[in-house]
């Protein structure tokens, strides 16, 4: 089984994903996959080179993330011009992950922009980690150091994380502890392999 794994910006998606690979799943995290391909010498990192400038790079040839996220999320074309480069990339290799599948019956697909690439179609149940907005706001702000304006500049760039459960299998609120986000985890997983394993 596939299940896609998604939500806002920092409403808890890896620490579910966390806890799901730890009940057994195979975890693939699209972030991770994002950097990997962004790396030194990589094909993605030359087009994102080519559309933005040697300015987006560290002396060292390395990518300049805090750089190149200034620029997407104080421009939507900019950031439109990033997604269209690293998505390919990232969708091909999720593919290609899911195709060489380990010996795991059950692989949870973790990407902040599941809907909004498509991903939602490659998996068998969708699971959203929903937080209120204010709640979503601080912790942004406390885990990547930013303003309120930069904030809400980087939750307003993807989709209304209302819109996303309700295209949802099952929402989980993670409004409470790391102990509750994990003891619904294990129900919700549970519930999802009932049958399956």
């Known amino acids: 089984m596939i299940i896609g794994l998604t939500g806002g910006i920092a409403t808890g998606k890896s620490e579910s994903a966390k806890y799901f690979e730890e009940l057994g799943a195979y975890s693939i995290d699209a972030d991770a996959i994002s950097r990997d391909i962004t790396k030194q010498g990589m094909p993605a990192l030359a087009k994102l080179v080519k559309i933005f400038g040697n300015d987006i790079l560290y002396c060292d040839g390395n990518l300049n993330r ?3 996220a200034n620029i997407v ?3 939507k074309q900019s950031k439109l011009e990033v997604d ?3 998505h ?3 969708i091909a290799r999720i593919n290609e992950i899911i195709s060489r599948k380990t010996n795991k ?3 949870i697909v973790n990407a902040p922009l599941l809907f909004e690439v498509g991903l939602d ?3 068998d149940k969708i699971v959203v980690i929903w937080i209120p907005y204010d709640i979503e706001v601080k912790r942004l702000a406390l885990r990547d150091n930013l303003n309120t304006d930069e ?3 980087r939750i307003d760039s993807q989709m ?5 459960t309700k295209l949802a299998d099952f929402v989980i609120d993670n409004s409470g502890s790391k102990k509750e986000l994990k003891e619904k985890i294990i129900n919700l997983y549970k519930l999802l392999t009932s049958g399956v394993e």
């Open 66 to 68: 805090q750089k190149l």
């Open 88 to 90: 390919v990339y990232i």
């Open 121 to 123: 179609r490659i998996c």
């Open 105 to 107: 019956p059950n692989v």
């Open 151 to 153: 904030v809400k500049k």
């Open 73 to 75: 999320f104080s421009d």
């Open 84 to 86: 269209k480069v690293l």
């Open 160 to 164: 209304p994380l209302e819109k996303k």
